[in-house]
């Protein structure tokens, strides 16, 4: 029998269970998507760096960028330095319209603010 030590299995008498673990293949089945339906991803380049994130509606391509562990360039959050600018290489469609402070900072440019460019549903 496997024990798992926790602070309560140290007193005489408990024992911790823990539940079967699935076993790998399937869990690797799991996050696979499904054939015929595409994974929701913005690809980014900035200078050097580029990145693929997933897309989580109502999350800035900035913050969804810094939780998903990927390096990008930015200062403000505010839309103003536009250190953050990055050209979006596949998946502009899960990213809102530019707003005025992507339009005043970067006008009729592909490119995009990723702390104002918010995602939306897949």
């Known amino acids: 029998m496997n024990r798992e030590w926790t602070v309560g299995s140290l007193i005489p008498g408990r024992e911790t269970r823990r539940a079967p673990l699935e076993p790998p293949a399937r869990l690797a089945e799991e996050k696979q998507p499904s054939p015929g339906k595409l994974a ?14 997933s ?24 839309g103003t ?8 290489l596949s998946g502009e469609a ?6 005025e402070a992507e339009q005043k900072k970067l006008g009729a440019s592909l490119r995009r603010l990723a ?8």
């Not at 929701?40 to 994130?53: I, N």
């Not at 989580?56 to 998903?68: C, I, N, S």
């Not at 702390?115 to 939306?120: D, E, P, S, Y």
């Open 55 to 78: 897309v989580k509606p109502g999350v800035t391509l900035l913050d969804a960028t810094l939780e998903q562990g990927c390096s990008i360039d930015y200062k403000c959050r505010k």
């Open 94 to 99: 899960f990213l809102s319209p530019k707003n």
């Open 81 to 88: 330095c536009g250190r953050c600018a990055v050209d979006i």
């Open 40 to 53: 929701a991803a913005v690809q980014w380049k900035q200078k050097e760096a580029s990145c693929t994130v």
């Open 115 to 122: 702390c104002q460019a918010v995602m939306r549903e897949a």
